[in-house]
């Protein structure tokens, strides 16, 4: 399995500061084939399903705002809140989805300073 | 806009299987991937498996033996079946639609199962 870890595991942010979140795969997870890495970002709020953000390591899910960024390739990979505003408070996976079993990292939590 | 409503019994039993069901209303069940994902309370996620509309099946290897999903396309649902179950296969139990690819497009909200005499 790839193992998917992410740092840091929790995460004290002023609003309209910058959070960055880290993300680091056991082996590669580009795919060759479509020139893409197979990484996906999700929110998760409390008492909520997760929400994808972000879909092959860069591409912002419609409707997600474009203070949300994702970066990286072949195996570390950093999701970017550029100007923290308070309704990003919330827990965030990676996922590989480039081979099977699917994996997510363990979260980070993200909460206001 | 797809949604996904997952149903079924809040409390197993150990050694009892867990069955949940999937609805999917906003669209046809047909070709599409559908998956099942876990969250124990207060920790990440695991994916389950998936079904494509075809029936063809794929689990997480951790789970294999213990997993069944299947797909009713005349109702718009699937299922998952977790047999033998412990304390260990308590959580939230998430249905879920993939994307063009193996990302979670849309989740269901989520139904809790507790595993416990």
């Known amino acids: 399995d790839i193992v998917m870890t992410q740092s840091p595991d929790s995460l004290a942010v002023s609003l309209g500061e910058r959070a960055t979140i880290n993300c680091k795969s056991s082996?590669?997870?580009?795919?060759?084939?479509?020139?893409?890495?197979?990484l996906a970002w999700y929110q998760q709020k409390t008492g909520q399903p997760p929400k994808l953000l972000i879909k092959?390591?860069?591409t912002r899910e419609s409707g997600v705002p474009d203070r949300f960024t994702g970066s990286g390739s072949g195996t570390e990979f950093t999701l970017t809140i550029s100007s923290l505003q308070a309704e990003d408070v919330a827990v965030y996976y990676c996922?590989?989805?480039?081979?099977?079993?699917?994996?997510f990292g363990q979260g980070t939590k993200l909460e206001i300073k | 806009q797809v949604q996904l409503q997952e149903s079924g019994p809040g409390l197993v039993k150990p050694s009892e299987t867990l069955s949940l069901s999937c609805t999917v209303s906003g669209g046809s069940i047909s070709s599409n991937y559908w998956s099942w994902i876990r969250q124990p309370p207060g920790k990440g996620l695991e994916w389950i498996g998936y079904?494509?509309?075809?029936?063809?099946?794929n689990s997480n290897p951790s789970l294999k033996s213990r997993v069944t999903i299947s797909v009713d396309t005349s109702k718009n649902q699937f299922f998952l079946k977790l047999s033998s179950v412990t304390a260990a296969d308590t959580a939230i139990y998430y249905c879920?639609?993939?994307?063009?690819?193996?990302?979670?497009?849309?989740w269901g909200q989520g139904t809790l199962v507790t595993v416990s005499s």
């Open positions: 879920a639609k993939y994307g063009d690819n193996a990302w979670v497009q849309y």
């Open positions: 092959w390591a860069s």
């Open positions: 996922q590989q989805y480039d081979i099977s079993p699917l994996t």
């Open positions: 082996q590669s997870v580009f795919r060759s084939s479509t020139n893409n890495n197979c």
């Open positions: 079904i494509y509309s075809d029936g063809t099946t």
